[in-house]
């Protein structure tokens, strides 16, 4: 038993995860892998990193010492039930099993739940950052136990991204925590990306600008407040040239966006939570539609603005498009950490919201300066009802609504689709308004259904006799 960790599944991401966790001081690491050929090879070609490979669960089970800790990096799904059925067999009480694979959290809470009962820990780990993440330093948001995470955290800090001196890992909560909020992550990376596009279309077509002079542009943006990793690789995306053509690459990518479901499951996750995440969801929607090029084919019939798009003055068009980025970028934000506080009160997961945004500084696709102001927030107040209302973003807002309000004009009034710069906008004036018109939605739910209503001078609950006289009655509180 010489083995501190162990890593079960060595295609591109474990064999990645096992060579970080064998390059760091102190860690001596045992692979297995279900089909030989990949431990072969990742042994032989990495002599390096002094791996004790394994080629039975017995044999890696021996090669651990106690208490016995093993992530596995398997396809998500079945494989991850199975890799745990087998650990179980040759685990002891106190032993700790990892997944950090892209796991949907219930299943995390499932498989926590399964596993607590043989006396062994389970731990479902968000690792984001990809392959190169996984090899360099990914951020990592594990759930699990207390006790798992004594054994576990000094191996997760030694190999995470490293963001201000400061390891981008935390204990975020208890069984599925990690995978709830490695899931969020995902959803605000949806948001993020398509404001960035949008706030991309919307400069080429009311300025002319040339991909390669928008690129500038995010370059530049990139050393302001909007520095991010996805600025970053936007403007080496729009630079791009391709070979063959001699075009811009963006030019000749089918314009049809994939989605591996993080997106989905965190709208439905927030519909069943009952948090309004509609940047997160028009992202996520955005690329539904851009994906179904029959509809689109029918649809290119209907007609738009018959008046051409036609901005004046480019650089202050330019700022206000940055402003309207910012701005929404912050609201999408906000909105990804109300889910997060949602699901913390729905599943009795106490998770630091301020620990959360730091690990994402580093390591992960959202990284970004950006996240120190949301941890500054959750210092001052932990229990911050609205992220956007917190001093710095309320005054980020106050500077920028004036420009967001007319680059969501100038996009409606020249038919350019910005679902996620006006949506965000939508959600800002609904959640600042003191009074909306749910009263009157309130109203119709009693006229069809008497599902009765609140009022707003004295406690009770009320119907108005719709059908009948049209009296008010005082009435049982059906909810
Ligand atoms: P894959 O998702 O392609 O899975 C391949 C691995 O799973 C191989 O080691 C394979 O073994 C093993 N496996 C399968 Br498939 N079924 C198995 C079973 N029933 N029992 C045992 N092993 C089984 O690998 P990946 O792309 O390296 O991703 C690993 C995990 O990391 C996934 O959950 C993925 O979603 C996640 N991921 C995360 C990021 C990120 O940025 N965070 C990026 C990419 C992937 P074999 O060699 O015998 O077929």
Not at 347 to 358: C, E
Request: a negative charge.
């Amino acid at each position: 038993a010489a083995a501190n960790i162990g890593v079960v599944g060595l295609a591109v991401m474990g064999s990645n995860l096992a060579r970080n966790l064998a390059s760091r001081e102190g860690n001596t690491v045992a692979v297995y892998n279900r089909s030989r050929e990949k431990t072969d090879q990742l042994v032989a070609e990495h002599p390096e990193a002094g791996f004790i490979p394994a080629f039975s669960y017995e044999e890696f089970a021996a090669s651990l010492s106690k208490p016995r800790t093993a992530i596995i990096m398997v396809k998500a799904g079945r494989g991850t039930d199975a890799v745990i059925d087998e650990l179980v067999k040759v685990f002891e009480p106190g032993d700790i099993i990892v997944d950090g694979g892209n796991a949907y959290f219930p299943d995390t809470i499932r498989r926590e739940k399964a596993v607590r009962a043989t006396g062994i820990n389970f731990v479902g780990a968000g690792i984001s950052g990809g392959e190169e993440g996984a090899l360099n330093g990914p951020s990592i948001m594990p759930g699990g136990s207390d006790e798992a995470w004594i054994t576990l955290g000094p191996i997760l800090k030694s190999i995470a991204a490293v963001a201000e001196g400061e390891p981008c890992v935390t204990h975020v909560g208890h069984d599925g925590a990690g995978h709830f909020v490695k899931m969020v992550h995902n959803g605000i990376e949806y948001a993020d990306m398509q404001l960035i596009a949008e706030a991309y279309d919307l400069i080429r077509r009311g300025t002319g600008k040339t991909p390669a002079e928008i690129a500038d542009i995010f370059a530049e943006w990139n050393t302001g407040e909007l520095e991010s990793y996805l600025i970053e690789i936007t403007a080496e995306v729009l630079r791009q040239v391709d070979a063959e053509t001699g075009k811009p690459l963006v030019d000749v990518i089918l314009d049809q966006a994939g989605a591996k479901g993080t997106g989905a499951w965190t709208v439905q996750t927030a519909l069943a939570l009952g948090v309004p995440v509609s940047g997160i969801a028009e992202a996520t929607f955005a690329r539904s539609l851009s994906s179904h090029p029959e509809q689109r084919a029918a649809a290119s019939i209907l007609p738009g603005p018959e008046e051409a798009f036609e901005v004046t003055d480019v650089d202050a068009f330019i700022e206000d498009v940055r402003q309207a980025l910012f701005a929404s970028k912050i609201i999408a934000y906000s909105q990804g950490f109300d889910e997060i506080r949602a699901g913390a009160a729905e599943y009795n997961w106490s998770i630091d919201l301020g620990a959360v945004s730091k690990i994402w500084r580093e390591g992960c696709i959202i990284r970004a300066q950006f996240l120190n102001r949301i941890a500054d927030a959750y210092a001052e107040q932990a229990d911050l009802p609205v992220l956007a209302a917190a001093p710095y973003f309320a005054d980020a807002l106050t500077r920028g609504q004036a420009s967001w309000r007319r680059v969501v004009v100038a996009a409606t009034q020249a038919g350019i689709p910005s679902p996620a710069f006006s949506s965000s906008l939508a959600y800002y004036d609904g959640i600042r308004a003191d009074r909306l018109p749910a009263a009157l939605v309130q109203g119709q739910r009693d006229f069809f259904g008497a599902h009765t209503y609140k009022r707003i001078d004295k406690d009770g609950t009320f119907h108005t006799q719709w059908s009948g006289d049209r009296t008010e009655i005082e009435a049982v509180d059906t909810h």
